[in-house]
């Protein structure tokens, strides 16, 4: 069955970097688009990035846009996600998945941001 385990989130002050990863096993990963989402209190899980097969085309949400970068690595059934210049409205729980996404999500990591 798909198991996801993400990792990496912390406590950061704004304009600090943060790196996510995520493992995911149970499905064939080298021919799924994989994304990041990412879900704030009170609000729905929303899309933040994606990458392609074979990593080199990437989709970004505009926000993150320019501070955040998604990579894969198909031989580990990783993918990451480098985050730089945080800011406060960056404070979520990140989920990956596939794009679209599977029904079964991992626990997710939780990235704070606050001074």
């Known amino acids: 069955q798909v198991q996801i385990v993400e990792a990496g989130g912390g406590l950061v002050q704004p304009g600090g970097s943060l790196n996510l990863s995520c493992v995911a096993s149970?499905?064939?990963?080298?021919?799924?688009?994989m994304a990041w989402y990412r879900q704030a209190p009170g609000d729905e899980r929303d899309f933040v990035a994606s990458?392609?097969?074979?990593?080199?085309?990437?989709n970004y949400e505009d926000s993150v846009e320019g501070r955040f970068t998604i990579a894969r690595d198909n031989a580990k059934r990783t993918v990451y996600l480098q985050m730089t210049n945080l800011k406060l409205e960056d404070t979520a729980v990140y989920y990956c998945?596939?794009?679209?996404?599977?029904?079964?999500w991992g626990q997710g990591t939780q990235v704070t941001v606050s001074s």
């Open positions: 990458v392609s097969l074979g990593g080199t085309v990437t």
């Open positions: 998945n596939t794009e679209p996404p599977y029904d079964t």
């Open positions: 149970g499905f064939h990963f080298g021919t799924r688009t």
